[in-house]
């Protein structure tokens, strides 16, 4: 029997394959947010009817806008720190050579493929060795390891697609270095540079294992607050949090890659 053109579903079992994959990843994110809108009692999966009362007592919760503080302050300096060093890392790389170049670049972007609690130990093993007392400082210091690799991938990758011949026009028309780099490479790279801040610090915000090793009195980022309060089952006011943080951070993903698009379509 011969399907009508606007048959809603798969044809082949490659697409009911897909179809299932896609339930399988996402379908946990339909029900944590149906949920986040059921008028039940703590502690419970039955559901009773649709509120928004979870989403009130979240708005109302003052220890996480404390958390949620302390993650952006986090995330923000983080990636501003990174952004600089990542840039300069990824031009510097594309650009110069200098003896044991390959071993740099290798080690470099190491943070990418090792684990996370491998991080975690080590640094929390480094601080330890130095002696430092673990703070909001030393969450930053950690996540600047990764965010600082991420920046720098995104950034080579965009340096890969640029046409030399602009800033080798720019010096020869009687730029300095430093105003070619300034005037000319960073207007080019900037949608790159952007894109990849923007997916170093979702990161940022999301990331528990580093955090929780390196956090110290008084530093309380916000995947921490939320791992302590569903030990002992998940409130349906974290449901409701679950949910704004998803849509957060779909939206700035979507943003930075929107940006990554917007650069590469000019060069084309």
């Given at each position: 029997m011969r399907l009508p053109a606007f048959w809603p579903l798969p044809r082949t079992w490659?697409?009911?394959?897909t179809t299932a994959l896609f339930a399988f990843m996402y379908g946990p994110i339909l029900v944590l947010t149906v949920y986040s809108f059921n008028d039940s009692i703590r502690y419970t999966s039955v559901w009773q009817g649709f509120s928004l009362k979870w989403y009130e007592s979240l708005f109302q919760d003052t220890r996480i806008f404390r958390a949620l503080q302390d993650t952006l302050f986090v995330a923000i300096v983080a990636v501003a720190i990174s952004s600089v060093l990542g840039t300069l890392m990824a031009i510097g790389l594309a650009k110069y050579y200098f003896p044991g170049k390959g071993v740099y670049r290798g080690v470099?972007?190491?943070?990418?493929?090792?684990?996370?609690?491998?991080?975690a130990v080590a640094t929390l093993v480094?601080?330890?060795?130095?002696?430092?007392?673990?703070?909001?400082?030393?969450i930053i210091a950690a996540h600047m390891v990764f965010c600082l690799a991420y920046i720098a991938v995104v950034v080579s990758s965009r340096l890969g697609s640029l046409d030399?011949?602009?800033?080798?026009?720019?010096?020869?028309?009687?730029?300095?270095?430093?105003?070619?780099?300034?005037?000319?490479?960073?207007?080019?790279?900037?949608?790159?540079?952007?894109?990849?801040?923007?997916?170093?610090?979702?990161?940022?915000v999301d990331d528990l294992l580093i955090s929780s090793f390196t956090?110290?009195?008084?530093?309380?980022?916000?995947?921490?607050?939320?791992?302590?309060?569903?030990?002992?089952?998940?409130?349906?006011?974290?449901?409701?949090?679950?949910?704004?943080?998803?849509?957060?951070?779909?939206?700035?993903?979507?943003?930075?890659?929107?940006?990554?698009?917007?650069?590469?379509?000019?060069?084309?």
């Open positions: 490659q697409g009911w394959l470099s972007y190491l943070p990418l493929i090792i684990p996370d609690i491998s991080i480094f601080l330890a060795s130095l002696a430092i007392p673990l703070s909001i400082w030393t030399p011949n602009l800033e080798e026009a720019a010096l020869d028309l009687g730029a300095t270095p430093a105003q070619a780099l300034i005037q000319v490479l960073l207007p080019q790279l900037m949608p790159a540079i952007v894109a990849g801040c923007l997916l170093a610090f979702v990161l940022s956090a110290g009195g008084g530093a309380n980022p916000l995947p921490l607050e939320i791992f302590s309060r569903i030990r002992n089952g998940v409130k349906p006011d974290m449901n409701a949090l679950s949910v704004l943080l998803i849509l957060a951070s779909g939206m700035i993903a979507a943003l930075g890659e929107y940006l990554r698009y917007k650069g590469s379509m000019t060069d084309g």
